[in-house]
C-alpha cells in the first residue's frame, strides 16, 4: 500500500512538472519575439482614380494620387518612388488577402530599416524603380550571422558558398524563390527593383493568414522576417512615425 501512495505522489509530482514545462516552454516561444507589441496604427492612402473602362496588367496595382504621394514623402522622408510602391504593395496585398489588413507605413518601415528605401551604399531608385547599384548584404557565413550555405548558385547575390540578402527590402535568395513576385508587370520578379521587392515583402508578412491589425499577428509577421526583438521594435517605431507624419484614414 505504501508503495502504491508513494507511485502515486511520484505521477502526481510528474505530471505538475511537465505542466510547469510546457508553460514554460509556451512563454519561452512568445519571449523570442519579445512578446507581442501593439499593431502600428496604419497610415492613409489617397489612391488615382482610374479612367472610365481602363484596365491594368497582371500584378499591377493602383498607384497613389499624385499630389498625395508628394506631400506625404515631403512629410515622411519617403523617397517618392519608393513610397509609391509600398502603398501599391499594401493595396495589392489586403486584396489578395483581406483579413490581412497590413499598412503601407508597416511596408515602408521595413523597407527603412532594411536598406533606407533602396538608398544603402549610396545608392537611389530610378524613375523605373530599380537600384542604380546592387543592393547585397553581408556574407551569412556565421560570423556575427546566421550562417546560410549558397542556395542559388551565386545567381542574386554573386557568392556561390554563402547567402546574402539583397535587393532593398532584403531577400534571402531562397526565401526570395517562394516569395518573389512581379509587381510591376514586366514579366519577372526582380528583388533589385522596389515594385517587385515591395510587392513580395507585404505578400510574405501577411502569409500564413496572419492578421496584422493585431498584436500577434503584426508581431508574429515581422519576427518571420527578422527573428529578432530589437527588429520588431525598430519596425514598429518606424511605422508609427510614418503614420504620425502622413495620417490614418
Not at 77 to 98: E, T
Request: overall charge neutral; hydrophobic content about 45%; charged content about 15%.
Amino acid at each position: 500500500m505504501l508503495r502504491l501512495k508513494r507511485l502515486m505522489v511520484f505521477g502526481l509530482f510528474a505530471l505538475c512538472a511537465i505542466t510547469a514545462f510546457c508553460f514554460w516552454a509556451v512563454g519561452q516561444a512568445g519571449a523570442g519575439a519579445g512578446g507581442a507589441v501593439p499593431a502600428p496604427p496604419r497610415a492613409g492612402a489617397k489612391l488615382a482614380a482610374l479612367s472610365t473602362g481602363m484596365t491594368t496588367a497582371v500584378n499591377v496595382t493602383r498607384s497613389p494620387d499624385g499630389r498625395w504621394l508628394a506631400r506625404a514623402a515631403a512629410q515622411t522622408g519617403i523617397p517618392p518612388r519608393a513610397l509609391r510602391a509600398y502603398v501599391a504593395a499594401a493595396v495589392s496585398a489586403n486584396d489578395a488577402a483581406p483579413a490581412c489588413g497590413i499598412g503601407w507605413n508597416t511596408v515602408a518601415a521595413v523597407g527603412f530599416v532594411e536598406s533606407a528605401h533602396g538608398s544603402y551604399g549610396g545608392g537611389r531608385l530610378n524613375a523605373t524603380g530599380q537600384a542604380s547599384r546592387p543592393i547585397v548584404g553581408p556574407s551569412l557565413d556565421g560570423a556575427g550571422f546566421a550562417a546560410i550555405a549558397d542556395t542559388d548558385a551565386g545567381a542574386l547575390d554573386g557568392d556561390a558558398r554563402w547567402d546574402h540578402a539583397v535587393g532593398p527590402m532584403q531577400f534571402i535568395p531562397s526565401t526570395w524563390q517562394l516569395a518573389g513576385r512581379d509587381g510591376n508587370g514586366d514579366g519577372r520578379a526582380d528583388p533589385f527593383n522596389i515594385d517587385d521587392a515591395a510587392l513580395s515583402a507585404a505578400g510574405y508578412l501577411c502569409g500564413h493568414g496572419r492578421d496584422l491589425t493585431t498584436a500577434q499577428g503584426w508581431t508574429d509577421a515581422i519576427y518571420a522576417y527578422n527573428q529578432s526583438g530589437a527588429y520588431i521594435r525598430q519596425v514598429r517605431s518606424q511605422a508609427i512615425a510614418y503614420a504620425e507624419k502622413a495620417g490614418t484614414p
